[in-house]
């Protein structure tokens, strides 16, 4: 049996640890929600059956957004691995993502709410379908819960700095 001198402690916890595993998901999840907006891109832009000038519109408007959307996965990737390695610029995407997405979700929300009733098949609709409104409130909540998870990881980070902080400055007062 070893003695308590032999053993070996196990390696201290890093501040952003507990937040580690929820920000990997929610990269992944903003990773595969772009992965489908490339594909769906690529469908509408040059699989589907019909060819019309719509077709070369979606490929020319689609395109710039496409290549945003490919640096944003390399983005991920880099951020994941800096999550994994244990850095705090892993939480930046995800605060960008977050911000952002519950911005325009809010904008696009206000547009699509103030609409007029309007009639369709025969029927007055009031506002826009329920599909659209449940993903409207769910791109707003993983904007807000990426914002929580990131301000929270990037607090413990601060947190430990401080207290590494003073530990270091109170080995120099005892030292003087």
């Known amino acids: 049996m070893p003695s308590?001198?032999?053993?070996?402690?196990?390696?201290?916890?890093?501040?952003?640890?507990?937040?580690?595993?929820?920000?990997?998901?929610?990269?992944?999840t903003w990773s595969a929600l772009f992965?489908?907006?490339?594909?769906?891109?690529?469908?509408?832009?040059?699989?589907?059956?019909?060819?019309t000038a719509d077709r070369g519109l979606v490929r020319i408007v689609g395109a710039?957004?496409?290549?945003?959307?490919?640096?944003?996965?390399?983005?991920?990737?880099?951020?994941?691995?800096a999550l994994r390695e244990g850095r705090r610029e892993g939480w930046t995407l995800?605060?960008?993502?977050?911000?952002?997405?519950?911005?325009?979700?809010?904008?696009?929300?206000?547009?699509?709410?103030?609409?007029?009733?309007?009639?369709?098949?025969?029927?007055?609709?009031?506002?826009?379908?329920?599909?659209?409104?449940?993903g409207l409130l769910a791109v707003i909540a993983l904007g807000l819960v990426s914002v929580v998870v990131a301000v929270l990881a990037r607090r413990s980070w601060a947190a430990a700095d401080a207290a590494d902080d003073t530990a270091s400055t109170d080995d120099v007062s005892d030292r003087g």
């Open 64 to 81: 710039p957004f496409v290549l945003v959307a490919v640096g944003l996965l390399w983005w991920a990737w880099w951020s994941s691995r």
């Open 4 to 28: 308590a001198s032999v053993a070996t402690d196990p390696p201290p916890a890093r501040p952003g640890d507990r937040w580690r595993v929820p920000g990997l998901v929610l990269l992944g």
């Open 94 to 134: 995800l605060l960008v993502l977050g911000g952002v997405s519950v911005a325009q979700t809010i904008l696009t929300a206000r547009t699509l709410l103030a609409t007029s009733p309007g009639t369709a098949n025969g029927t007055t609709t009031s506002g826009p379908p329920r599909e659209v409104v449940g």
């Open 35 to 51: 992965v489908v907006a490339i594909g769906l891109w690529v469908f509408a832009a040059f699989l589907s059956g019909t060819d």
